[in-house]
């Protein structure tokens, strides 16, 4: 039986970044989830979950690596892997990835290497130039592009070009496949395998894409996002069909992974899981009326068109304790520049329903953004303000990063103002969380003045929290110390203290 190896790399992390997240990569134990369904041996080499306090320095000084090193990921590769898959979520880890993927090639001469995820998606022709180690690069949903892929190289055919969703070498030249579709019938995919995967290091150390309220599990109740915001890849990876799981089902799968891991939480890997009202009041009925006690967050940003107060208070009495908002701008023009369809009035609205029935809420802006003005930025501190004398709970201005995948970043191409994508760019990507190091894509911001906005923006919203909430404050300096945090702040600063 053939073996196929699924690697995950380390991740990597600013030295002086706020904030960083070591999570269950649900991804690659869908695709290792389908293949085993189909009788392959799957091997699972995992850095992060196998080393997952382990931080390692880097080419670059401004950098970490979280996870196993490159040599003890190759080494731990099994010798007869006929096929080797290599995640490559994001961009600003290609540097990293890349290295990785030459590494492997030194070891596995002749065993098709191939990768998947977001960046490889934005870049497949890119990624293979860069990377002579690369023989394929999968794009989008992995699932059933990965079961036809390795029948094909396992069977020794050179035919990829029938392979829908991929793009390979033809004489050592990149060629794109005809695209495949996008999964519909969600609750027809295979579970992830995560017993193949390290999960108890996760679980016992609470770690998970939300905070750290105990032994937490990652799930997706939907895919995709209707929306087509310019900053965002997700158009390009998903498409902008959004498909929701069948309630019934994915609430069953929940109790399965509560009853034989003791899941104590759960976390939502969507990108936009409140969409349809009546799918999540279907959702949360089923909790509250299973008596089961448990808590569950939604850590991407999501909308508020249906989260009014209704909803908000079911959502608190199925025991969502976490949810963020991502409002990205607080200036109106920004954001139909950017086609963030949302009415600022609304999702103010929505916060406060959220906030008043006890949901902790933190909310994402980028400032910077392509022909942003002062005037703009100072109009999204103000709405920063007005979020934290509503209560909310966290907030954080990141600096815009034109990545790979998304319409600004075509833009910036076309307009010659990203002329190079090496690896200073990709690290570039990496900085958002490193308050010491900013980079303005505004033709009327500098770098320097950007990077002041940001400081003042995040310290005056924090001062007015605690000015209106000062008991909030003691709160946060106790979890900070303490094995379990309540916010997003809370969790960068205990991850923070323990790097120190």
Sequence with gaps: MPVITLVRPPVLIAKRGYGTYTCPPIGLAYIAGSLVEKGHDVRVVEAVGEAPDQ???????????????????????????????VSAMFSHEWPLTRDLLNGLRTRFADTPIVAGGEHVTALPGFSLE???????????EGEETMLDLVEALVSGSSNLAEISGIVYR???????????PRMRALDDIPPPAWGLFPLERYLERGYGF??????????????????????????????TRWVARDVDLFFKEMMEYREKYQIDNFDFYDLTAIVKKSWILQFCDLVIDSGVSLTWQLPSGTRSEAIDGEVAR?????????????????????LERIKKKIKLPIMKQSMRDAVAVGINCKTNIIIGFPG?????????????????????????????????????????QKAGRILTLNDDYFFSLATYTDLTSTTSYSEYISDKVLGRYRLFGMLLYYTVLYLRYPWRLIRTLRNVFSEQQESRLELSLRDLLVRV
């Design 55 to 85: 931080r390692l320095p880097t080419n670059d000084l401004r950098f970490l690596s979280r996870g196993l090193g490159l040599d003890e990921i190759i080494a731990r590769v099994p010798a007869e892997s006929d096929v080797i898959a």
């Design 130 to 140: 860069n990377c002579p180690a690369l023989d394929v690069a999968v794009l989008g």
């Design 170 to 180: 033809d004489e050592g030249t990149p060629r794109h496949s005809p695209a495949r």
């Design 210 to 239: 939300g905070v750290n309220r105990g032994r937490s599990m990652p799930v997706l109740a939907t895919r995709g996002c209707p929306y087509q915001c310019t900053f965002c890849s997700s158009p390009t990876m998903w498409g």
């Design 314 to 334: 079911r959502l608190y009495e199925s025991g969502c304790r976490n949810m963020s908002y991502a409002p990205e701008s607080g200036s109106v023009a920004v």
């Design 372 to 412: 942003e003005t002062h005037k703009e930025i100072w109009e999204t501190i103000r709405f920063c303000v007005s979020m934290a004398l509503i209560g909310v709970h966290d907030m954080s201005i990141y600096p815009f990063s034109p990545y790979p995948g998304t319409e600004l970043f075509d833009d910036l």
